[in-house]
């Protein structure tokens, strides 16, 4: 089992920024990819971020690239989501998720990952 708790949302205003946490706890051996999705008003669960615990390897959606950049720190099985030049667009509840069972969905699909946090949100205004 593994438990996962975001933090760090909030309201800021367009081109601010702010640093998403994700504390992982439990059984975290054997994870094998770890990503940032959101879901805005009315919308569907969309990958943000993915980061390959093994090989270090990170993706983003084209949305946010040279915008934001996803880290961890494996001494603390944290996983992070720095936010810059946020704009109104990026306005949603976050999830981070981790995958510990091998699954052949690409990264940006939420059915790739079998663990999820309960959420942190993130309002831009204009």
């Known amino acids: 089992q593994m438990h996962l708790v975001e933090s760090g949302g909030g309201s800021v205003q367009d081109g601010g920024s702010l640093r998403l946490s994700c504390a992982a706890s439990?059984?975290?051996?054997?994870?094998?990819?770890r990503a940032w999705f959101r879901q805005g008003p009315g919308k569907e669960r969309e990958g943000v971020a993915m980061?390959?615990?093994?090989?270090?390897?990170?993706a983003y959606t084209d949305s946010v690239k040279g915008r934001f950049t996803i880290s961890q720190d494996s001494a603390n099985n944290t996983l992070y989501l720095q936010m810059n030049s946020l704009n109104p667009e990026d306005t949603a509840a976050y999830y981070c998720?981790?995958?510990?069972?091998?699954?052949?969905?690409?990264?940006?699909?939420?059915?790739?990952?079998?663990?999820w946090g309960q959420g942190t949100q993130v309002t831009v205004s204009s």
């Open positions: 980061l390959d615990t093994a090989t270090g390897i990170t």
């Open positions: 998720a981790a995958e510990t069972l091998r699954s052949p969905f690409n990264w940006y699909s939420p059915g790739a990952y079998n663990y």
């Open positions: 439990g059984n975290t051996v054997s994870t094998y990819r």
